[in-house]
């Protein structure tokens, strides 16, 4: 595949004119620090191909020449997003600006490989069956996977919840699909989307923890994803916190998510003599208003998850002094429970001035935002060449 956006210097200007269009040249030119005539060559070839589109004219100042504004075709090519889940695989069709069009999503009775893929593949089929643009072309399959993996080859290294070890992922869906695929962390794919769309779309160095089943992580930096040598980059989860603590998934004892996740918040609250069928959105409402034994169980559970999160958090600040973490995830609705142990957390952990430096915000990240993450990664890469397969 050949890129229309050759460089991370072209896929970052095309990135301003999604997040932030309609935008002229010269803003693009002062936002990245480049010279108007670096902008002008790499924004050619996409108003050329029509993925980009000029757009009335303003004058910045009021006076003087006025500047063409440029904003992205929408409509010009479309996106499958698909987020592999323990439970489910969840799918979204969107256009090039990620705006869901359509979603689809399929409860899984088996974890094997290659009946997830194949639901993926039928996933895909079925969404862009459902499309009746007739010109569109589709850019390719963006694929979240919740573990380590390794975006070069599209193998997934690792995914414990899933039961993986050196699963290929983009190579047979490729094949399944006749599209182009992107498979990256899922975590990864969401903090793309934190930056386009979300709370972190004005701030180029941020990071997102996602709660839930499991505790994850990935960064943000100067409006690049850090991914690390081998796609192992803020393993957030896995940071380990108490040596005696509990057994984790991953083989080790103690992690962030061994005290943080929801199983986790769910044992502890059984252990203290909470009801065993309660789930993670029954004991969340347990702590607001239950039977009081169950309320403090409820919240003590609450209270440790919170405290994990915060040393972990301080590890993060400590590190590298991030202005702004997002908690997302399906975990993040009892973010009223376990916030004050957090943050209590941080601030005895973080040092000098890191907890008050960085400020936290919640976003619940539901289904659809993070399979609309996974298509954000097929944008992200470049803009890979035409797709040929047309609707």
């Not at 997934?156 to 290929?168: E, K, M, P």
């Not at 943000?220 to 005696?244: T, Y």
Request: some cysteine.
């Amino acid at each position: 595949m050949t890129a229309l956006v050759p460089d991370q210097t072209g896929a970052e200007i095309f990135a301003q004119v999604l997040t932030a269009g309609p935008i002229s040249r010269t803003v693009i030119a002062q936002r990245l620090g480049l010279s108007p005539s670096t902008v002008t060559r790499l924004l050619a070839p996409l108003i050329e191909d029509g993925y980009l589109s000029e757009t009335g004219q303003k004058s910045a100042t009021g006076l003087g020449r006025p500047q063409r504004l440029l904003q992205v075709n929408t409509d010009q090519c479309l996106v499958v997003g698909i987020q592999i889940a323990r439970t489910h695989v969840a799918a979204v069709l969107t256009d090039l600006g990620a705006r869901p069009l359509r979603r689809l999503e399929h409860m899984l009775d088996s974890l094997e490989p290659a009946h997830v893929l194949s639901v993926a593949a039928e996933l895909t089929a079925r969404l862009i069956a459902q499309t009746p643009s007739a010109h569109a072309t589709v850019l390719g399959v963006g694929v979240g996977v919740g573990g380590h993996v390794d975006a070069a080859s599209g193998v997934c290294r690792s995914a414990v919840r899933l039961g993986w070890t050196d699963v290929a992922v983009a190579a047979p869906l490729s094949a399944a699909t006749g599209l182009p695929v992107v498979v990256d962390n899922d975590v990864n794919a969401l903090v793309i989307a934190e930056r386009w769309f979300g709370e972190g779309r004005d701030v180029d160095s941020f990071a997102v923890i996602s709660v839930g089943r499991g505790v994850g992580g990935a960064l943000m930096l100067a409006g690049v994803l850090h991914s690390g040598v081998g796609g192992l980059a803020v393993e957030f989860g896995h940071l380990p916190i108490e040596p005696n603590g509990p057994d984790c998934a991953c083989g080790n004892r103690g992690c962030v998510e061994a005290l943080a996740c929801s199983d986790a918040v769910l044992r502890m609250f059984r252990e203290a003599g909470g009801r065993t069928e309660a789930d993670y959105d029954a004991v969340t409402e347990l702590a607001r208003s239950g039977p009081e034994a169950e309320r403090r169980a409820a919240l003590d559970a609450f209270a440790v998850a919170g405290d994990a999160l915060g040393r972990g958090l301080a590890c993060l600040c400590n590190l590298l002094n991030p202005g702004l973490v997002v908690i997302a995830g399906e975990g993040a609705v009892a973010y009223e429970h376990f916030g004050p142990a957090m943050t209590a957390a941080l601030e005895r952990h973080a040092v000098s001035t890191a907890a008050r430096d960085c400020v936290i915000k919640i976003d619940e990240a539901s289904e659809t935002l993070w399979a609309r993450g996974a298509a954000c990664l097929v944008i992200r890469e470049s803009l890979r060449a035409r797709p040929s397969r047309a609707l």
